[in-house]
Structures are given as C-alpha cells and as structure tokens.
C-alpha cells in the first residue's frame, strides 16, 4: 500500500490546536489531543450550545446572522430595552438599549442596520426604532396597527410586520415599511394569528405557527402583495423562532405547550422534522441566521434563560477526528 507521502508529497501537518476553518479533506494531526483529525461535513443538522447572553429573557427579538447577531428587548422580571451582540462567540451588552422597553416586538435587519418594531409594555405598541450599530433612533411614524406578539422580515429599509395582538383583537394586519413609514397592505394574513414566526424579505416573506386558540403550525408565503397559505409545520406552536429565506427556512423551539426544541426545515413547500433539536427546550426565544447557520437565543424553559446555541445544518463544514475501523 502507498505510504501518505508519497501520494502527497508531503507529511500530516502537526498542530497544537485544530484549524479555525478546515478544508473539506484536510488532514493534520493535534499533538494536544494526539488525535489525527480531518475537515468532513455534517451529514445531519445539529445544535451546539455556545456562550449565554448577559441577560436572561423572553419574547425578545434579534436580526443579523450566526456572527454578527443582535439581541434587543424582552422581558426578565420587568420589560427591558437590553441590547447586546454576538460575534460568533460571546455576547457584548451596548450600553444604549432601546427608546421604549417592551416585550414580544418583532425584529429584522443586520447587526449595524436593524429595525425593531411593536411589542407590548402596559399596552400594545406601534413604536418603530433603528439601530445603525451604536445606538436606537426612534422613528415619530410607527406602525398603523400597534400591537405585540408581532412577527417580521426584511431589512431596515424593507421591512414587513405581520400578526399579532392589539390589546382588543387578533389580527392579521400586513404592513411594510420603506425606511421611514408603514403602509398597511390589505387584506393581510388569512390567518390572523399572535406569536408566529417569520423570516425572509419584504417581497418574499414566510410566516408560520402561532396561535389561533389553540396552537396552529398554519405557514403562508407573502410575494410583496398577498399571503398564500402552504403546507403547514408538523408540530404546531406558538412564540417560536426562525431564520433564513422563504425557500430555505429554519423553525424551532416554541411552545405547545410545553416548552419545545423540536427543529423543522422548510424548502418553499414543505416542512421536514430534524432529528436535532435544541438542547434547551424553551419558549419565547428569538433567532438569526440562515437555514444553514443560525443562532437561537434567551426564551423560556421556565425559568427564563439566557442560552445560546448555534445551528449547523447538513452539509455544513465539520471537523471530525479520524479513527481506526
């Protein structure tokens, strides 16, 4: 049998720690672990638990990516306007929070240009706020509709709000903002629903879950204009998650109840069940990301929480250590 080499020419890279960022086929061996390691993919999607946020909370929002994620509002024992970013490992509070404390707001935008929108403190909320990496500028325009337990999508200056509770009524009210005011898109959601999720872009959105008394896995696509209902998730719940595109979308966590960390992938017809699921079950949760590479933060187990865990899905660049057979 040829020896390694001489079919590379080289010998197996010896290295204290294993690479930052791996080949797919690289080879090299850890001589702290003394382990011989290679660069492979995932074969399943799957959560790892990262470093918690600073504060533990629920129904907060988040916008940005698995890197750059930004985490802002929500609830510990009193409604807070907390703001802190993730760059891949650890959460960094701004000491600047939002304008107006609240609870169940929607979200949506990149870490340096994010918009936070709605939510609930003593009573439902239209405020709009932008953050342009440093601080929240509020914006007098909110939304026509003000409510909590909102959903969102988009960017910071093409956005859409969906659902949600006005403190009277459920509603499926649809609205888009263009970077300084909300126009209502009639008719809205078919079903009107509070504590969906939502992801996606303000000409293709996806909204999923909530609640309808009871619980509803209900999924509808927006194309700029109109809602079209489609398949809906196969576990029904409320105050979840999501990440990514309406073509390749990410749910997860929620509540049935109880307290739930079962996972779905949606490809723009369908929802498949992953088998990883969260480490931490929990309700009232926020994410970031893509389908591929998302990040699920805060929530309720109870008690409140402050976990962080980030998603690698399959295919996704792995480091495996390789052993004999």
């Known amino acids: 049998m040829a020896d390694y080499i001489n079919i590379r020419g080289q010998s197996i890279e010896v290295v204290a720690s294993d690479p930052a960022n791996p080949t797919i086929g690289q080879i090299w061996y850890n001589s702290t672990s003394n382990t011989l390691k290679g660069g492979g993919v995932t074969t399943a999607g799957a959560w790892a638990t990262s470093n918690n946020m600073g504060t533990a909370r629920r129904g907060l929002a988040g916008a940005g990516t698995q890197t750059e994620t930004l985490a802002f509002g929500g609830r510990t024992t009193v409604d807070v306007g907390s703001t802190e970013e993730y760059n891949g490992l650890t959460w960094t509070a701004n000491p600047t929070g939002l304008n107006t404390v609240r609870r169940f707001l ?30 929240w500028t509020s914006n007098p325009t909110g939304l026509n509709t003000a409510r909590g337990q909102i959903a969102g999508c988009g960017i910071q200056t093409a956005a859409v709000a969906f659902g949600g509770y006005t403190d009277i009524t459920t509603t499926g009210a649809t609205e888009e903002y263009n970077g300084s005011t909300w126009t209502t898109v009639p008719p809205g959601l078919n079903t009107a629903r509070i504590a969906l999720g939502g992801c996606g872009t303000q000409t293709a959105g996806l909204a999923f879950g909530g609640e309808i008394a009871p619980v509803t896995g209900v999924t509808e696509e927006y194309n700029g204009a109109t809602w079209t209902s489609s398949n809906s998730l196969n576990t029904a719940r409320q105050q979840i998650a999501g990440a990514g595109i309406q073509t390749a979308a990410l749910a997860f966590g929620g509540e049935g109840p109880p307290p739930l960390s079962a996972t779905e992938e949606y490809d723009g017809n369908s929802w498949t069940t992953s088998p990883g699921s969260l480490n931490t079950a929990r309700t009232g949760l926020a994410g970031a990301g893509t389908q591929s590479s998302a990040l699920a933060f805060g929530g309720e187990t109870p008690p409140i929480t402050n976990a962080t865990e980030e998603w690698a899905g399959a295919g996704s660049p792995q480091t495996k250590t390789i052993t004999a057979s």
Request: hydrophobic letters at 30%.
């Open 106 to 135: 929607a979200g949506c935008g990149t870490q340096t240009a994010a918009l936070a929108f709605g939510g609930t403190s003593t009573a439902a909320t239209g405020a709009t706020e932008e953050y342009n990496g440093s601080t």
